[in-house]
């Protein structure tokens, strides 16, 4: 599974992972998409899309 988000491009971001011991070493978070059906250009598409982006979807349909 892509984890890109097609509405927004939000994809893997990296940071530290730190320990008790405060020993860094990287590692990294994927984004939460969701694979939804959404509308474009009037034809229903299956997309990945993450979270922030349902929410920003959800408030403008209602």
Do not use: E, F
């Not at 509405?7 to 011991?21: A, D, E, L, R, W």
């Not at 509308?39 to 959800?58: D, E, I, S």
Request: net charge positive; glycine share 8%; hydrophobic share 30%.
């Amino acid at each position: 599974m892509s984890k890109v988000c097609s509405i927004c491009g939000k994809g893997p971001m990296s940071g530290n992972k730190v320990s008790h011991s405060n020993i860094k070493t990287r590692r990294s978070w994927g984004a939460n998409v969701q694979k939804v059906d959404i509308v474009v250009n009037g034809k229903v598409k299956n997309a990945y899309v993450c979270t922030r982006c349902l929410r920003t979807m959800k408030k403008q349909d209602a």
